[in-house]
């Protein structure tokens, strides 16, 4: 993870269409996080791409999800 070291988060918004396409995940939902320099970082359901997956974090004593 050490090339994420330094990248400034720029968005948290929707996969587009394409991206979507790209990934076998079209009709579907996914959350993603765009970096300054064009990376950006989607939750999977599994380490094979199998589908788009929820991202949970917690804010103060919430917990939420972005999908």
């Known amino acids: 993870m050490a090339e994420l070291n330094g990248l400034?988060?720029?968005a948290v918004r929707p996969?587009?269409?394409a991206e979507l396409k790209a990934e076998g995940w079209e009709g579907q939902k996914a959350i993603?996080?765009?970096f300054h320099d064009g990376t950006i970082?989607?939750?999977?359901?599994d380490e094979e791409g199998n589908?788009?997956?929820?991202l949970f974090?917690?804010?103060g004593?919430?917990?939420?999800?972005?999908y």
């Open 51 to 54: 589908g788009p997956g929820a």
């Open 41 to 45: 970082l989607y939750p999977s359901r």
């Open 32 to 34: 993603c996080l765009e």
């Open 15 to 17: 996969m587009s269409k």
């Open 61 to 66: 004593k919430e917990t939420f999800a972005l």
């Open 8 to 10: 400034t988060l720029v």
């Open 57 to 59: 974090g917690k804010q």
